[in-house]
């Protein structure tokens, strides 16, 4: 789905060459989220990935994120009612549009298009993520804490109950950007990886053919 990611700056959509996905790390027990990025992480490693989103999540819990911090300082001195059209405008200008705003330390690659949030640490299994409007983003992905649960695991024709370590992931998708056609791909390549990550494959997955494709072979 790589040809469907991109932006909407004013209604129409424009693809994007870099991909990003944002990590929204709870600092304080949930009092506020921060959004790590990382662009392009299909052409890293598990473990660059691993040690950059570390790094990152590290400084933000710690308070030391100063482009967090400057940028969510104005939300201290205005009301909330001021601060959310202002706030909505600005990350629309910087990361739909792509034009950063350095008197408010929002830059173009602060979001992301696919979003993570993880409600595990806060002790839930399982929510229901909206998308939300700051971000701007395609997809929310929402992770709960790992549990054990008992299965039933089928092998030579033979079913056997194990326990094993579980894991709910709830997937939203905005339909701007394309219909179940699009974003059901991208969810079971996201689960097959995750089930079974030493047998993944990527060429077990095909491309999703893309919508102008579609309408070219219906002229044919």
Known sequence: MRRDV???PFGTFKHSKKIGVTVLVDVEGGKDLIPVTLWDAHNMTIFEIAKKC???VGRAKKGKDERDNKSTALADYIPSFIAQPISFIATYIASTVGISIPPLNLRNDTFGHVVLSNVGTLGYNSAFAPLCPLVHQMSLICTGKIEKRVIVETKDGVDTMKVANMMT?????DHRYGDAAVFTPFFKVIRDYIEDPANFDHKDHKDVIHYTEAALKKTE
């Open 6 to 8: 991109g932006r909407l």
């Open 54 to 56: 570390a790094e990152r």
């Open 169 to 173: 992931a709830v997937g939203t998708g």
